[in-house]
T-cell receptor, first 111, second 116 residues
Framework: QKEVEQDPGPLSVPEGAIVSLNCTYS??????FMWYRQYSRKGPELLMY????GNKEDGRFTAQVDKSSKYISLFIRDSQPSDSATYLC???????????FGKGTTLSVSS | GAVVSQHPSWVICKSGTSVKIECRSL??????MFWYRQFPKQSLMLMAT?????????EQGVEKDKFLINHASLTLSTLTVTSAHPEDSSFYIC????????????FGPGTRLTVT
């Protein structure tokens, strides 16, 4: 079992839809959770950063962490064509330094 | 804030030559920088972790003599691909963690290397 599992998609939705992206993980020591957005041929852009469990909201984006289920989510409300990209979840434990990435989910929002 | 730059953004070199890629944190000091490699439609693969003033720690399977990393200051790390071959062609991305940040990690825009 890989440390971080993420469905690669692709996921296609119409403009305005609510998008749900998810990752599961196996290492209970993970404490820091991040979501990155990556456009083609560009570096990943940090979208959301959460420490431990809970929810965090920033504009149209909401990140949720459920440590008891080892499950994290990113919700995108009112999705736009400009949201079309690959979304990567990443996490690390408190003592470690390297981020462990999911494979990324490719999202396409059609107008 | 939290901007990381890379130079060059794109480079083509001949087989057997060496290429240096620079990674800079523009508005923060980064005690730790990371180098990743990404193949098309795949996730990021960590190559090495570098801490300012000390030797880089390489991931298993990454040749340290081929991929030379230098973290000379709190804002600059370099990756040199020595004696490049076509199989080294890839997208190389660096990232940096602010000295005060416990979790955030910011990525550069990436460097596309093509070896002919």
């Amino acid at each position: 079992q890989k440390e971080v599992e993420q469905d690669p998609g692709p996921l296609s939705v119409p403009e305005g839809a609510i998008v749900s992206l998810n990752c599961t993980y196996s290492n209970s020591a993970f404490q820091y959770f991040m979501w990155y957005r990556q456009y083609s041929r560009k570096g990943p852009e940090l979208l959301m950063y959460t420490y431990s469990s809970g929810n965090k909201e920033d504009g149209r984006f909401t990140a949720q962490v459920d440590k008891s289920s080892k499950y994290i989510s990113l919700f995108i409300r009112d999705s736009q064509p400009s949201d079309s990209a690959t979304y990567l979840c990443a996490m690390r434990n408190q003592a470690g330094t390297a981020l462990i990435f999911g494979k990324g989910t490719t999202l396409s929002v059609s107008s | 804030g939290a901007v990381v730059s890379q130079h060059p953004s794109w480079v083509i070199c001949k087989s057997g030559t060496s290429v240096k890629i620079e990674c800079r944190s523009l508005d923060f000091q980064a005690t730790t920088m990371f180098w990743y490699r990404q193949f098309p439609k795949q996730s990021l693969m960590l190559m090495a972790t570098s801490n300012e003033g000390s030797k880089a720690t390489y991931e298993q399977g990454v040749e340290k003599d081929k991929f030379l990393i230098n973290h000379a200051s709190l804002t600059l790390s370099t990756l040199t691909v020595t004696s490049a071959h076509p199989e080294d062609s890839s997208f190389y991305i660096c990232s940096a963690r602010p000295g005060s940040g416990e979790g955030e990690q910011y990525f550069g825009p990436g460097t596309r290397l093509t070896v002919t």
